[in-house]
Nanobody
Framework: QVQLVESGGGSVQAGGSLRLSCVVSGDIYGNYCMGWFRQTPGKEREGIGNIYPGSDSTYYADSVKGRFTISQDKAKNTLYLQMSSMKPEDTGIYYC?????????????????????WGQGTQVTVFS
């Protein structure tokens, strides 16, 4: 069983930065792919990046590539989403999620329906 708790949301001016955290309970190393998703107003929930904790490999959506970075602190059982050069269209509720995988993440399965474990979400607002 995996439990996820996000934090770090808030309001930031366009061009600024914010770091989200996701504290994980459960053994995810070598067993799970961890994803970050967001739900923006009027749109479906979308995958923005993932990390396979066992190998540290990451993938990103084109919309955030070069601006967002996913990392982890194994000692703290915590994942991070560092967001920089933020834009108003980054506004939304951000979620971390997990799905079982023994073989890494890839990108094609970074869709909400493939992830069985979800945090409660944290609101991010970017104002211009």
């Amino acid at each position: 069983q995996v439990q996820l708790v996000e934090s770090g949301g808030g309001s930031v001016q366009a061009g600024g930065s914010l770091r989200l955290s996701c504290v994980v309970s459960g053994d995810i190393y070598g067993n799970y792919c961890m994803g970050w998703f967001r739900q923006t107003p009027g749109k479906e929930r979308e995958g923005i990046g993932n990390i396979y904790p066992g190998s540290d490999s990451t993938y990103y959506a084109d919309s955030v590539k070069g601006r967002f970075t996913i990392s982890q602190d194994k000692a703290k059982n915590t994942l991070y989403l560092q967001m920089s050069s933020m834009k108003p269209e980054d506004t939304g509720i951000y979620y971390c999620a997990a799905r079982r995988s023994l073989y890494g993440c890839g990108w094609s399965r970074t869709v909400p329906g493939d992830f069985g474990y979800w945090g409660q979400g944290t609101q991010v607002t970017v104002f211009s």
